[in-house]
């Protein structure tokens, strides 16, 4: 029985695999792609409000945060020019953003989109299960335990490219939590725009990363295309990433 189970995912598989080699088949097959099955759909394109790694992974691909992970997952700029300046005996921190960083609708990626997504975390209203993620700023735990107004978040755009950042205490590793899915921005105006509806589709969405989603099909596939819109394109060389939500890989295990 174990094998025939077997047989059949290995079939089911040799589908999948033989419609992205085909430009009529699952994905559009032009340029250079990256394929890949993935065990379940992504719950939301909504940084506020994922909690899965398979939303998370795509998150890295589609979103940047101000810092990324190397391959020793140690931080590295994204967003930020460098590395945090900090004071108060390591409890604040002074962030510089790159000023060529836009969004895929054509925006400035800024440092009020940072403030305006962390502060939209920690709001009780928003219902953040990650928001305990951002306990370490300043007044997050009391904003969302509703004890304070959201804008005591130890968080700030002093102006449009620097960002400051107000800690309970010294962290090392703070700079690796700030490439943390939950900590990546939000531009305003479409999250405003797109109300309760904003992250529940491709087309109600921005981005701000290597890739942005032009297809998501739920429950079945996720197409991203290369933004054209990124700072740092000349750096990438894929065309299109095809993923294919695949849930009975197992069922032979």
């Known amino acids: ?133 951002m306990y370490d700023l300043k007044n997050a735990e009391a904003i969302n335990m509703g004890k304070k107004d959201v804008d005591e978040l130890g968080v700030k755009a002093v102006d449009d490219h620097t960002l400051k950042v107000e800690l309970t205490k010294p962290i090392p590793y703070m700079n690796e939590m700030l490439a943390f899915a939950t900590f990546m921005p939000q531009n305003e105006k479409a999250v405003k725009k797109a109300g309760e509806q904003y992250g529940t589709t491709a087309d109600k969405t921005v981005y701000n990363g290597p890739f942005k989603v032009k297809d998501w099909k739920v429950e079945d596939k996720i197409q991203l295309v290369k933004n054209d819109d990124y700072w740092d ?13 695949l849930k009975d890989q197992q069922a032979g295990a």
């Open 233 to 245: 394109k000349k750096a990438v060389n894929l065309d299109r990433v095809n993923y294919k939500v």
């Open 1 to 133: 029985m174990k094998k025939f189970k077997f047989l059949i995912i290995l079939v089911a598989l040799s589908v999948v695999l033989a419609g992205c080699g085909n430009a009529e088949g699952v994905y559009s097959d032009k340029g250079q792609v990256f394929r890949k099955v993935i065990p379940q759909d992504i719950s939301s394109l909504d940084t506020a409000l994922a909690t899965d790694t398979v939303s998370f992974d795509i998150y890295n691909q589609v979103y940047e945060g101000l810092y990324t992970l190397d391959k020793n997952d140690k931080a590295k700029p994204g967003v930020a020019k460098a590395m945090p300046k900090e004071s108060n005996g390591g409890k604040t921190l002074t962030i510089d953003l790159r000023k060529d960083a836009k969004w895929s609708n054509g925006d400035p990626v800024t440092a009020h989109d940072f403030e305006f997504a962390w502060k939209r975390v920690v709001n009780p209203d928003t219902a953040s299960e990650y928001a305990y993620i």
